[in-house]
C-alpha cells in the first residue's frame, strides 16, 4: 500500500512538474500586448508659452495623453481601486486562484457567470491589447498568461501605475488624473477617501454609474467601495463615517477652449508629442487681439464687413504669439474657417518685395519711375494697369511709389526686373505656397494682388523683411527646432533695410495717406496696406525688428465691402495692436546697417546734386554699390527746368507742371524700341530657316548700341540681329551718346 501511495505521489509531481514547466513555457512565450510600450490613450493638454491651458483634447480626439507620475497618485485612489478591483493585488502572481475557484464555483452552481476572477494585471493586459468586447475562454488563458509574464518583469506600482492612467472613468475621461479635474476640478493628490471611492467604482460601469447622470446609483457603488476599504482594515470607523457623510458633488468641469483656430492648428501638427503640449502662442495677447477685432469688425458692420483675422509673430524666433481666425469662432456658418489660413487676393502687399529685387538689381530709392499711362502686350491681351485714384503723377521717385502704393510704377519695375517669375521665386522661397501656378499665369499684374495668398505665411514673408532679409519656418510648438542653422537668407540686409526705411516714412506716404494717417502710429513701424479689386478683401502688414503682425478684413463669402480699403478696414487694428505690443514689451528701431550711404538728390530726377545745388535738394539713402548718377547740364534746360525723356511728352502736355521743361525740349533725343515689342512671343522652328534671328529695331537721332544678358547680338551690315533661344530675354537699346535706354521682354519657345 506504502509502495502505490509512494508511486502516485511520484506521478502527481511529476504531473506538477510538467504542468508547471508547460506553464512556464506558454508564460515565457506569450506576448504582451504592444500597448504597454507607450503612454496611455487619453486626454491631450495644450498650453500656452506661460503655461496657461488652452484645450483640453478628449480620448476620441488625440493621440496620447500626459499619464499620472508615481508621486501624483495619491494613497487614498490606490486603496479604493484596490478595495473595489483587486485586494490581493501585492500577494498573487498576476492572477488571483482564489478568486479563479470562486468564481468558477458560482459559475457551475447558477450555470451562468456571477461574479469575475480578473485581476488588476488581467484587466491591464486585457485594456492593452484592445480586447474589450464579451470575453472568450481563449481570451481569458491568453490574458491570464500575460498577466503572469508581466508580474515577473514588472513591479507590482509600476503596474498599478499603468492600470489607473488607462481606465475609462466616463465622460470620455481615460487615467485618474482627467478624470480628477474633470469631475472634482482638483489634482489627484487632493483627493479625499470619499472621492477616491467614487472614482474607483466608476471604472465598473462608466455609463450606468455616471454621476452626472445617475448621482443615486454611483453614490451607492461609492459606499460599497468605502465599505470594502472598512473591512480590510484600510481606513478606521471614524474616517469611514466621515467618507460616507461626505456630499457626493462632482460638477463635471467646463471644457477649456481658448484660443480655438489657434488651438485646431496646433492639433493638426500635433505628430507625436506627448504629455502637456507647450504652444508659443500668448494667451493674454491672443485676449487682446481677438476683443479689439470683434470691435473693430462691429464697427465696419455699416459696410457690409463681417470678419477678419489677425497674426503676430515673434522675427527673433518664428514663433506665433497670436492668431485669431475669426471675428467668432461659434458664429452659425462659417466661424470657425480660419482666415488666417484660407486663400484670398493680396491686393497691393507684395509690391514691397518687387521693390526690393529692384533695389538689389541696381535701382535706388531716388531712382524715377513712370507713373504715366502704359500698355503691356500679355497672352490675354492688353493690360492697363491704373493707380488706386486714377490718376497719374509723371515722374516718381522708387520712395514714393512704394509708400503710396502706386500701381503703374510697381508694374513697370515688375517689367524691368524680370517680369513675375523672380518675384514669384522670392515669395516661394518666403514661404509663400499659394503661388503654385506657372508665373506667366499671373503676369505683370502679380505684383499689384492678382495671386491668392494666406494671412500666415505672407505675415512671416514679411518677418522674413523684418529679419532683414532672413527667412524663417513659423513656430508653433516651444520644443520645435526648425532652423538649427539660424534661418535662410533671401535677400541682403542693406537692400531689406531701405524698404524698413521706406515703409516707415511718413512723410513720403503723405501724398496718398495724409499727415496724420492711422499708420503714422506714432513710433517706427514699417507698414504696408492692400485692397483687392472691388474692396473683397484688405490687408495690413506691419513690423519692427521685434515682431511683424498681419491683419486681414473682409467677407468669407467673398461679397464686396462697402469702399473699405486697407487704410480704413484693417490698419486701425494693426496700430492698436503694435500699442500693445509697445505697451507691455517694448519696441525698438534698426541701426542702420553697413553698405547704406547718403546723398543729397533732386527730387524728380534721383541724381545725385553738386555744389549750390544741393541746397534744393532731398537727402536720399542707396546701397553703396549702387550710388546715385551725378546730375548734367542735359537734366536742364537754359530756364533751370528739369528736361524729362520723351515718354513723358504725353503727361506733360496734358499736365504742364511747373519746374519741368515743355515736351518738345528733350528735342530730337527720343529713343523707341520699335522691334521687338515688348512681352512678344517667339517660336523657334527647326524646319524653318532663319526661326532663330531676331532683327532689332529701334527710333533715335544717333546711333543706337544693343545689349543682351542671355542673348548674343550681332552687326550684319546695317542690321542689328540677336539669336534666339528659348527663355525669357531682356532687350536694351542705349542711347550712344546720352546714355538714354529702354527695354524690351521676349519669350522664346520651340515649335
Known amino acids: 500500500m506504502k509502495r502505490i501511495f509512494s508511486k502516485s505521489c511520484r506521478i502527481a509531481a511529476a504531473i506538477a512538474a510538467a504542468a508547471l514547466g508547460l506553464l512556464a513555457i506558454a508564460v515565457a512565450r506569450a506576448p504582451l500586448p504592444p500597448g504597454l510600450d507607450g503612454p496611455p490613450p487619453g486626454a491631450v493638454e495644450l498650453t500656452d508659452r506661460n503655461g496657461q491651458l488652452l484645450r483640453e483634447v ?75 468586447g464579451r470575453p472568450t475562454l481563449a481570451g481569458k488563458a491568453t490574458e491570464a ?19 489607473l492612467n488607462r481606465l475609462d472613468y466616463g465622460n470620455l475621461r481615460i487615467g485618474c488624473r482627467a478624470a480628477a479635474r474633470f469631475y472634482f476640478d482638483k489634482p489627484l493628490a487632493d483627493l479625499s477617501f470619499a472621492e477616491a471611492s467614487l472614482l474607483a467604482a466608476l471604472p465598473r460601469s462608466p455609463v450606468r454609474l455616471n454621476p452626472l447622470l445617475h448621482p443615486g446609483a454611483a453614490e451607492t457603488a461609492r459606499e460599497a467601495v468605502l465599505d ?42 500635433i505628430g507625436d508629442r506627448t504629455g502637456p503640449v507647450v504652444t508659443t502662442i500668448d494667451l493674454d495677447l491672443n485676449r487682446f487681439v481677438e476683443a479689439r477685432l470683434r470691435g473693430r469688425i462691429v464697427g465696419l458692420t455699416p459696410r457690409r464687413v463681417t470678419n477678419g483675422a489677425a497674426v503676430v509673430i515673434d522675427n527673433r524666433t518664428g514663433e506665433l504669439l497670436a492668431l485669431v481666425g475669426s471675428e467668432c469662432y461659434f458664429a452659425p456658418g462659417c466661424g470657425q474657417v480660419n482666415a488666417a489660413l484660407a486663400p484670398r487676393s493680396a491686393g497691393s502687399t507684395l509690391k514691397p518685395f518687387t521693390y526690393l529685387l529692384a533695389l538689389e538689381r541696381g ?137 524698413a526705411h521706406i515703409l516707415d516714412d511718413d512723410i513720403a506716404r503723405t501724398p496718398a495717406f495724409g499727415p496724420d494717417s492711422i499708420l503714422n502710429i506714432g513710433f517706427p513701424v514699417a507698414c504696408k496696406t492692400g485692397t483687392s479689386s472691388n474692396f473683397r478683401d484688405n490687408w495690413a502688414f506691419g513690423y519692427t525688428p521685434e515682431f511683424t503682425v498681419g491683419v486681414w478684413v473682409g467677407n468669407f463669402d467673398g461679397s464686396p465691402m462697402g469702399d473699405v480699403s486697407g487704410v480704413t478696414g484693417a490698419a486701425p487694428l494693426l496700430a492698436d495692436i503694435f500699442r500693445h505690443l509697445r505697451a507691455t514689451r517694448g519696441t525698438i528701431w534698426y541701426a542702420q546697417p553697413p553698405g547704406i550711404i547718403a546723398a543729397q538728390v533732386h527730387p524728380a530726377t534721383g541724381k545725385r546734386l553738386a555744389g549750390v545745388s544741393r541746397s534744393r535738394g532731398i537727402t536720399e539713402y542707396f546701397l553703396a554699390d549702387h550710388p546715385p548718377a551725378g546730375e548734367s547740364p542735359r537734366d536742364y534746360d537754359v530756364s533751370g527746368r528739369v528736361i524729362l525723356p520723351p515718354q513723358f511728352a504725353d ?45 532689332l529695331r529701334a527710333i533715335a537721332p544717333v546711333p543706337v548700341t544693343w545689349r543682351s544678358a542671355t542673348l548674343p547680338i550681332e552687326r550684319t551690315g546695317n542690321e542689328t540681329i540677336a539669336r534666339l533661344a528659348p527663355g525669357r530675354h531682356c532687350l536694351e537699346a542705349v542711347n550712344s551718346v546720352t546714355g538714354e535706354s529702354c527695354r524690351a521682354w521676349i519669350n522664346v519657345e520651340r515649335q
Open 363 to 499: 535701382w535706388t530709392p531716388a531712382s524715377p519711375l513712370p507713373d504715366i499711362p502704359a500698355e503691356y502686350v500679355t497672352e490675354t491681351g492688353l493690360f492697363r494697369p491704373e493707380n488706386f485714384d486714377r490718376t497719374f503723377s509723371g515722374p516718381v521717385r522708387l520712395r514714393r511709389a512704394l509708400a503710396n502704393s502706386l500701381n503703374v510704377p510697381a508694374v513697370h519695375l515688375l517689367q524691368e526686373i524680370g517680369g513675375p517669375a523672380p518675384l514669384a521665386r522670392a515669395l516661394q522661397r518666403c514661404g509663400v505656397t499659394t503661388l503654385d501656378r506657372p508665373p506667366s499665369d499671373y503676369g505683370l499684374g502679380l505684383t499689384i494682388g492678382n495671386g491668392e495668398v494666406r494671412l500666415l505665411e505672407l505675415a512671416n514673408a514679411y518677418a522674413c523683411l523684418a529679419r532683414l532679409g532672413v527667412y524663417r519656418p513659423i513656430r508653433i510648438f516651444r520644443d520645435e527646432r526648425n532652423d538649427p542653422d539660424g534661418g535662410r537668407r533671401v535677400f541682403g540686409p542693406a537692400a531689406a533695410y531701405l524698404i
Open 651 to 695: 503727361w506733360l502736355a496734358s499736365t504742364r507742371p511747373p519746374g519741368f521743361a515743355p515736351p518738345d525740349a528733350a528735342g530730337p533725343a527720343s529713343l523707341a524700341i520699335v522691334s521687338p515689342k515688348s512681352e512678344s512671343l517667339y517660336f523657334l522652328d527647326p524646319d524653318l530657316p532663319g526661326s532663330d534671328q531676331l532683327r
Open 58 to 132: 478628449l480620448e476620441d480626439e488625440a493621440r496620447y495623453a500626459r499619464p499620472a507620475t508615481r508621486g501624483e497618485i495619491p494613497a487614498t485612489l490606490r486603496l479604493a481601486t484596490l478595495a473595489a478591483e483587486d485586494r490581493r493585488f501585492f500577494h498573487h502572481p498576476g492572477i488571483d486562484p482564489i478568486a479563479i475557484a470562486r468564481a468558477a464555483s458560482d459559475w457551475f452552481r447558477e450555470g451562468r457567470v456571477v461574479s469575475g476572477a480578473s485581476t488588476i494585471t488581467q484587466q491591464l493586459v486585457k485594456i492593452a491589447s484592445g480586447r474589450l
Open 145 to 163: 498568461l500575460q498577466a503572469i509574464k508581466l508580474d515577473l518583469l514588472w513591479d507590482k506600482e509600476r503596474i498599478l501605475d499603468a492600470y
Open 228 to 269: 470594502r476599504l472598512l473591512r480590510n482594515g484600510w481606513i478606521d470607523a471614524s474616517s469611514h463615517i466621515r467618507a460616507v457623510g461626505q456630499p457626493m458633488s462632482p460638477g463635471g468641469r467646463r471644457r477649456v477652449f481658448r484660443t480655438p483656430h489657434f488651438a485646431d492648428l496646433a492639433l493638426s501638427r
